[in-house]
């Protein structure tokens, strides 16, 4: 990773059946793909599959946010950066971004919000993230420090906008 | 439609290949279940396939946002209801709400908002209403006016609360 910037996490193509009616994808293949890129993240802070089963430990998703800025077709090659905008002991928030090919438009974003969960007892509860995640949140946190907050993080739907895009 | 309720729009059940690594419906297939209830609010107000074939509109969605209450997991039935929050000339914003069964716990909910989009010339551009949708949506607003707001309506993502969930 280099410092300072998003991580790029998560490369893919866009599949026949993800067009829908208007020759375009789908918003919720979008969906979709910003789903398996943030299971790439897993993969990069201790809660890889592997690590799942032998800890009982894994996320569930609060919250998605997605943003729609550009509609793309099939075959074309779609990349996900993503940043850390925040995390504490058990939850952590953070931005992802479509884009197509490595440095082409940007076609999408979504702002997520999970929560760490042990799922090892009679039933799933909110837990700390064990140390190994921390330690690797951490890590991704300062190596971002510094990176500027998207304008459109923590905004919510609006039909009228209060200030201009970016 | 009852006056003064949200009015159900949509039922399925949890498909098998929905299922993720938790044992619970993925993030993403909440996307797409919401995305078939929007499919169905288009047919009730004038924009069905025969309809955006003939009159080439359509509507593309700019902003969608996913609050998560609760898993659910293969077979369950799902409700989805919609709410018209606002509509002008050409956008119009909804709020979508999950059930499990009929009368059951919410699931999750979405906030939508869709802009009318014409095809038909040389390029996509955004388009007011036709007629027919636009009198469909003053009816619905017509019809559902009085209903309380929700009050997770028009919220971003945030890792702090800045108010008590409801």
């Known amino acids: 990773m280099h410092r300072g910037e998003?991580?790029?996490?998560?490369?893919?193509?866009?599949?026949?059946?993800?067009?829908?009616?208007n020759g375009h994808m789908?918003?919720?293949?979008y969906a979709l793909v910003f789903s398996r890129a943030l299971d790439a993240l897993m993969d990069r802070i201790g809660l890889d599959a592997a690590a799942r089963k032998a800890s009982r430990r894994t996320v569930y998703t609060?919250?998605?946010m997605l943003h729609y800025f550009?509609?793309?077709?099939?075959?074309?090659?779609?990349?996900?950066?993503?940043?850390l905008l925040e995390h504490d002991d058990k939850r952590m928030r953070v931005w992802l971004e479509m884009q197509a090919g490595r440095e082409g438009a940007?076609?999408?974003?979504?702002e997520q919000l999970l929560i760490s969960v042990d799922q090892g007892g009679t039933s799933?509860?909110?837990?700390?993230?064990?140390?190994?995640?921390k330690a690797a949140l951490d890590a991704l946190a300062n190596a971002q420090r510094?990176?500027?907050v998207p304008p459109l993080a923590g905004r919510g739907v609006?039909?009228?906008r209060k200030q201009a895009p970016p």
Chains 1, 2 share one sequence.
């Open 106 to 110: 940007s076609l999408a974003a979504s």
């Open 158 to 160: 609006a039909l009228k």
């Open 26 to 29: 789908n918003d919720a293949a």
């Open 146 to 148: 510094g990176l500027e």
């Open 62 to 64: 609060l919250q998605v």
């Open 70 to 83: 550009k509609g793309t077709s099939q075959g074309e090659a779609l990349f996900v950066r993503c940043r």
């Open 124 to 133: 799933a509860r909110a837990a700390p993230w064990r140390a190994e995640t």
């Open 6 to 21: 998003p991580l790029l996490i998560y490369e893919t193509e866009v599949a026949a059946d993800w067009i829908d009616y």
